[in-house]
């Protein structure tokens, strides 16, 4: 099947700084990626849609300037974490739909740690 | 988006066929039906997608009936391996913008 690969796995950082993750599609164009985020023993909840070229379509109470997400090629979004604080630990996962095969494909997630 | 209500927790014993059924009253004629598979800290993982009647491959087969009100994963003799989260969701198959939302999940585990 399609790949998603996500970088990082895992990332400490202090609070205040930026985190950046990465979701590139591998062996496929994805017009469309999508993030969510994750709690502990919870369900993913989907934070925004990226578009490539076009802004992000983020969902209800999820802060766009928080949350910065670049589209700017047909393999790579990119999520921004900005000024992270310790409520924004959680697990990020993107995920990207194959044009071909109408599948989504994930990423392995990424461990926010904010200290 | 259609909703969908599964059973929040399963047990079974290895070596059992296990059904997981995912109720979606109100699914929309152009939805199609799929399963992901999700292990602790890691991303979901395609398993089976349908529209009407049965769908088998070679990990799982996906029971769908004519009202496609609902849908049921199996998974034949389990193995410890398969302890993990299952989520079923609705949406049209050219998603486009379309926005896949998770539901509640539900929780295998094996029992050796």
């Known amino acids: 099947g399609a790949v998603v690969s996500q970088h990082p796995s895992r990332v400490i950082c202090k609070s205040g700084t930026s985190v950046k993750i990465e979701c590139r599609s591998l062996?496929?164009?994805?017009?469309?990626m999508f993030w969510y985020r994750q709690f502990p023993k919870k369900s993913l909840m989907l934070m925004a849609t990226s578009n490539e070229g076009s802004k992000a379509t983020y969902e209800q109470g999820v802060e766009k300037d928080k949350f910065l997400i670049n589209h700017a090629s047909l393999t790579l979004s990119t999520l921004t974490v900005t000024s992270a604080h310790p409520e924004d630990s959680s697990f990020y996962i993107c995920?990207?739909?194959?044009?071909?095969?109408?599948?989504?494909?994930f990423g392995s997630g990424t461990q926010l740690s904010v200290l | 988006l259609a909703k969908t209500t599964q059973p929040i927790s399963m047990d079974s014993y290895e070596g059992q066929e296990v059904n997981i059924t995912c109720s979606h009253n109100n699914i929309a004629t152009n939805d199609y039906i799929t399963w992901y598979q999700q292990f602790p800290s890691q991303g979901p993982r395609f398993i089976i997608q349908?529209?009407?009647t049965k769908v088998t491959n070679e990990v799982a087969s996906l029971f769908i009936p004519a009202d496609r009100k609902s849908s049921t994963l199996s998974l034949p003799r389990v193995s410890l391996s398969d302890t993990a989260v299952y989520y079923c969701l609705v949406g049209v198959v050219d998603f486009g913008n379309e926005k896949l939302t998770f539901g509640t999940g539900t929780r295998l585990t094996i029992i050796p």
């Open positions: 062996d496929f164009q994805a017009t469309t």
């Open positions: 349908g529209y009407k």
């Open positions: 995920s990207a739909r194959t044009p071909a095969v109408e599948k989504l494909f």
